[in-house]
């Protein structure tokens, strides 16, 4: 138990997807002017991670990995290269099932997130998570963690950098920092901060 | 001809895909501890943004709209496979310090944006072009982030010492922020505001401040 | 192709096809980009297995001439030879079975090893495999050291190395770390030989066959009985000093190279 905790806690803030390794972060700058949609993009992005990240794992470990397809009787191939187009195969259709979902059963969100439904696809945090996963070699129960725990920690630094950008409308920056720039700097004050965690362990 | 060096050379400063389009900074920021991970790392992304600009504007009449996307990603997807398959055979030891940030060219938003915002509607020459210049726009930023980073932090630049470190007998102490994550966040704002101050052309306009009592309206 | 614009203006889109040439595009599509990818994997292969080979014996060869008296390993001179063999962790003897050159590579070994416990696993090495790979270098027929590859997690990240221990199975003639990510300027001197240095001659377990070795903080002086299994550690990294103090009492334990370590010490030489 105090495992699957460690991971997730790890995941979230030692290793936070976008502060730690600024995976997604396109995304995040583009998105994160407003708290609302920033909270649904990380909801959305959350969603997709917990349900690619387990998924990816089980095509690794049953497919491709090198000695994967001993049950199929070919204990030699070695498939890991078709990685890479497996994973964003995967993400690409779960983005496409989870559109079909938020439109039918969500279509207040729907409208709001718009064009950045589908960009999901795209982002670089979805597929580094699956990546990371498969590059530490996790299992299934591990993998299932990290996707949540990763998923959570990208929503969480998104919703703070966009409550941050909120309050940044009222400064007075130079004019070549306002905007991009002065996002740029609040971000790495945020990563700054999340650096305290390393070396946290739960026992 | 003067069209096709045009869209070579307007990427690099005036429409720079990290600057003013915001584009393509993930791995831009993990990569640029050492210079030689940085310009690594910007030429595989030229080769591949180049080579699948140019393959999709070879088929773009081809390619239904449909299913435009997932064909765009699929070719991508397989030439960063290649691309990862030769480093890994001509410079296993750097490619390894690359580690996942090469398989995420792939969700690179300056591939699939030139992808699907100039090669699918020009020619393949002038896609290839295109390619080649957004590729050396990022390598660029990558450079410049990767050089400061690792003279700063390490006293050296590729691996040759050029500030002699204190622990070996020098003068420098080195800067260990600049090794860490945040110091690529700082880097990268003090570079946007060095270009636009240089270019006050790309300058945000200032947002309208949200009305004071009114509730913040739920806008996409 | 039509007129086309070479220049930068974009042209009108295509009228959208049918099902079925639609399907037969994404079929043509995935067959090109499939036959790529397979060519490029296929032909590169060969160079790939090479240099990840090179790599790890570059490493070990750069351990194994960091260490006093094994300078001369990698000529060969003086019959010394220079061997990979898989080793069945909980018995300490050969594998037969395992390929070591698949082992150190980090395959072959089908699903990983059994997963330890949190409260057994103060090293954070995660699963122990049923056999792990070690290099042998005997001179004249007789083991001289044995290499030992190492991991474990540090402060923030895994660390990897390798240990070289004498032919007596007690002895540490050098360690090596391979890879690690942590903190520039404070852990990250676990990868610089002058730190390196400190392990040499130290030894791994006391008269009782009690694991001693460990990193410390302050280290008693060098003629005490206790400083043979004492490393000074760095100072402003406790944390990444204690990673690698407890992955290498691991992989010299019971759960680790143990048994084999202590089929050395019996002076059981093959």
Same mark, same amino acid.
């Given at each position: 138990?105090?495992?699957? #905790? ?7 803030? +030692? ?19 407003? +708290?609302?949609?920033? $909270?649904?993009?990380?909801?959305? #992005? ?51 099932? $989870?559109?079909?979902? #938020? ?30 996963? +498969? ?9 299932? +963690? ?48 999340? $650096? ?8 | ?220 | 192709?039509?007129?086309?614009? !070479? ?37 590169? *292969? ?25 300078? &001369? ?9 220079? &061997? ?25 070994? %089908? ?11 103060? /090293? ?5 495999? *049923? ?47 391979? &890879? ?25 377990? !006391?008269?009782? !066959? ?11 002086? /060098? ?15 406790? *944390? ?8 290498? *009492? ?7 190279? %143990? ?12």
């Amino acid at each position: 138990m105090s495992d699957t #905790v460690q991971i997730f806690v790890r995941a979230a803030f +030692v290793e936070n997807l976008a502060l730690s390794f600024f995976l997604g972060m396109c995304f995040f700058l583009a998105v994160s002017r407003r +708290v609302e949609t920033a $909270l649904g993009c990380g909801a959305a #992005v959350l969603g997709v991670q917990t349900f690619t990240v387990p998924l990816n794992q089980l095509i690794h470990a049953r497919l491709l990995r090198p000695g994967a397809l001993a049950w199929a009787g070919l204990p030699e191939v070695d498939l890991s290269y078709l990685g890479l187009l497996s994973y964003i195969g995967v993400i690409a259709a779960s983005v496409q099932i $989870l559109e079909m979902v #938020v439109e039918r059963f969500f279509p207040a969100l729907f409208r709001r997130l718009g064009i950045y439904l589908p960009l999901l696809t795209v982002n670089c945090a979805i597929l580094g998570g699956s990546l990371f996963t +498969v590059e530490r070699a996790y299992g299934f129960g591990e993998a299932a +963690v990290y996707g949540f725990g990763s998923g959570f920690g990208w929503a969480l630094a998104i919703c703070m950098l966009a409550g941050v950008r909120e309050k940044l409308a009222y400064a007075d920056p130079p004019e070549g920092l306002r905007g991009l720039g002065l996002c740029f700097l609040v971000a790495g004050l945020l990563s700054l901060g999340f $650096l305290g965690f390393a070396g946290i362990e739960l026992r | 001809m003067s069209g096709g060096l045009r869209a070579l050379a307007r990427p690099i400063v005036d429409e720079n895909p990290i600057t003013l389009q915001i584009l393509g900074i993930c791995s831009a920021l993990a990569v640029t501890r050492r210079l030689d991970t940085a310009l690594l790392m910007g030429a595989s992304l030229i080769a591949v943004v180049a080579l699948s600009n140019a393959a999709i504007a070879a088929i773009r009449h081809q390619v239904p709209r449909s299913i435009r996307l997932i064909v765009q990603i699929t070719i991508i997807a397989s030439l960063v496979t290649v691309v990862d398959q030769l480093l890994r055979a001509f410079a296993w030891e750097l490619s390894r310090q690359l580690s996942i940030f090469v398989g995420l060219i792939i969700t690179n938003c300056i591939v699939l944006g030139r992808a699907e915002g100039f090669a699918m509607s020009h020619g393949v020459r002038a896609s290839f072009l295109d390619g080649i210049g957004n590729g050396l726009g990022y390598a660029l930023v990558l450079a410049c982030v990767g050089a400061v980073r690792e003279l700063g932090g390490s006293g050296s630049l590729l691996g040759v010492s050029i500030l002699p470190l204190q622990e070996h007998g020098g003068w420098y102490v080195p800067m260990g922020l600049l090794l860490l994550p945040p110091s690529a966040f700082f880097l990268l704002g003090a570079l946007v505001w060095a270009v636009r101050s240089w270019r006050p052309e790309q300058v945000e306009a200032a947002e309208p401040l949200p009305a004071a009592a009114a509730p913040a309206s739920g806008r996409g | 192709m039509a007129a086309e614009a !070479d220049r930068t203006n974009p042209e009108a889109p295509a009228a959208e096809p049918g099902a079925a040439r639609t399907l037969a595009i994404a079929f043509a599509v995935c067959a090109g980009c499939a036959a790529l990818v397979s060519a490029s994997v296929v032909l590169l *292969r060969p160079l790939q297995l090479a240099n990840q080979r090179g790599a790890r014996e570059a490493r070990v060869r750069s351990l194994v001439e960091g260490v006093p008296g094994l300078s &001369e390993w990698g000529t060969g001179a003086g019959g010394a030879t220079f &061997e990979l063999r898989a080793v069945d962790l909980a018995t300490g003897g050969y594998a037969s079975d395992a390929d070591p050159e698949a082992l150190l590579r980090g395959e072959g070994e %089908g699903p990983p090893g059994e997963a330890l416990p949190p409260d057994q696993d103060p /090293a954070g090495v995660g699963r122990v495999p *049923r056999s792990a790979p070690v290099f042998e270098l005997r001179r004249a027929g007789r083991l001289h050291t044995v290499i030992l590859p190492v991991h474990g997690r540090g402060y923030v990240s895994q660390i990897r190395g390798y240990l070289a221990v004498a032919g007596d199975g007690n002895t540490i003639r050098g360690i090596t770390i391979s &890879e690690h990510q942590e903190t520039p300027g404070l852990g990250a001197e676990i990868e610089r030989p002058e730190w390196q240095q400190r392990w040499q001659g130290k030894r791994l377990r !006391d008269e009782e !066959d009690r694991v001693r070795i460990r990193v410390v903080r302050d280290a008693t002086s /060098a003629d005490s009985a206790e400083a043979a299994f004492e490393v000074q550690g760095i100072s402003g990294a406790t *944390r990444t000093g204690d990673g690698v103090s407890e992955l290498v *009492r691991f992989w010299v334990g019971s759960k680790g190279f %143990g048994p084999y370590l202590a089929r050395l010490r019996e002076g059981g030489d093959r």
